[in-house]
């Protein structure tokens, strides 16, 4: 009997926990990725294409000619327009076009979640910064690219002068050139990742979430579970339900970002159709739970998913991130300790971090209790 075939997108790190588990499920993997030095999965797979996960065209017909029976990525929103693609005109299991387009654009997910009346923050798209005139709200106000993740581009200014700036940088490292300023909603950040099979939805962890002091809001603690109260709990899972059937998210991960304020109001900050990165998704979920989240959209992806309601751990995991800012962690880096699973150096540079792209490692925990550094 002949292997199911999968296909992937990207070759970088962030997708290597999932290539691994395709192959420890058995199945026939197909990467493609530009090759850029970075694609370090092309070693473990066992067909690479050195195709961009842009080209739309070129994965289709190699997909259609090599009979694959699913595709998708993790932790990148680059691809999910791709895959989305591929997935529709050769009826496999996904997620729709416009779906795909409404969880990578920020621009249509503010207009979608404003006209749906879901809390969110206030928010203006722009492709130029000389229509800066228009802003019509307050400082401090956030400014990002309408679609990059990991932070790059993110930035929090208080004047016009700061703005421009930001602005400038934003429309530079964005795909399509265009960026939003957002309100700043004051509070604590939270993510909260999902599985979906076939419009039925389960959210299966809630992430505490530290981040760099500003401008640049770099994430370098995740923790589960949130010790959020059991009543903002159930307010998150209710409205994160609801915001998965708004945007047509059918089938696979989904990785929701939202901040609650001190008077424990819930905006969602942004909606994802892929398992979440930094880790959460590929490793914290399973050390914290149990669920095998990587086998679990692997799965939904061939069609072959199975829903079972039982969490087999109840443990505590996270991951922390080393940068300029977090210098204290080094001595982890050398330590035994018990409840560290997994640790990487990076880089021997450590520097202010500006996105995740900056940081120089990290190491990974489990435990009965959340790890506290000193």
């Avoid at 992937?8 to 997708?15: E, K, M, N, P, V």
């Amino acid at each position: 009997m002949s292997k199911l075939k999968l296909a992937i997108l990207g070759a970088s790190y962030l997708q290597l926990p999932l290539v691994l588990k395709a192959k420890e499920m058995g199945l026939e993997i197909h990467c493609f990725a530009w090759d850029d030095g970075k694609a370090i999965c092309k070693n473990y797979v066992d067909f690479f294409y050195p195709i961009s996960v842009l080209e739309k065209e070129e994965i289709l017909t190699v997909c259609d000619k090599v009979g694959i029976n699913g595709v998708l990525t993790i932790a990148t929103d680059i691809c999910i327009p791709t895959i989305a693609y591929v997935a529709s005109n050769l009826g496999l299991v996904g997620n729709t076009i416009e779906c795909a387009k409404l969880t990578t654009d920020k621009k249509l997910m503010r207009e979608l979640l404003m006209h749906s009346k879901l809390n969110c923050p206030k928010s203006l798209a722009i492709n130029s910064k000389e229509l800066l005139e228009e802003l019509i709200f307050d400082y401090p106000v956030i400014v990002k690219p309408s679609d990059r993740s990991g932070s790059l581009g993110v930035a929090k200014v208080y004047n016009t002068i700061e703005l421009k700036d930001a602005v400038e940088f934003a429309l530079d490292v964005s795909l399509s050139k265009n960026c939003l300023i957002e309100e700043f909603i004051e509070g604590r950040e939270i993510s909260v990742e999902t599985i979906s099979y076939q419009g039925r939805h389960r959210v299966i962890a809630i992430t505490d979430k530290i981040i760099t002091e500003e401008p640049y809001f770099v994430e370098i603690e995740h923790h589960q579970p949130s010790n959020l109260p059991v009543d903002i709990k159930r307010r998150i899972e209710e409205d994160t339900i609801n915001i998965l059937n708004v945007f047509g998210v059918t089938n696979g991960a989904g990785h929701l970002e939202y901040r609650i304020t001190e008077n424990n109001e819930i905006y969602l900050i942004e909606i994802g159709s892929r398992m979440g990165g930094d880790f959460i998704g590929s490793d914290l979920v399973q050390l914290s739970t149990g669920f095998d989240y990587l086998k679990a959209v692997i799965e939904v992806a061939i069609g072959k998913y199975t829903w079972n309601e039982q969490m087999l751990l109840n443990k505590f995991s996270g991951v922390y991130f080393l940068g300029k800012e977090t210098e204290y962690l080094l001595p982890y880096f050398n330590s035994n300790n018990s409840e560290i699973v997994k640790k990487e150096r990076i880089s021997e540079l450590i520097t202010n971090l500006k996105n995740s792209n900056d940081r120089s490692g990290y190491f990974i925990y489990q435990g009965d209790s959340r790890l506290r550094v000193i």
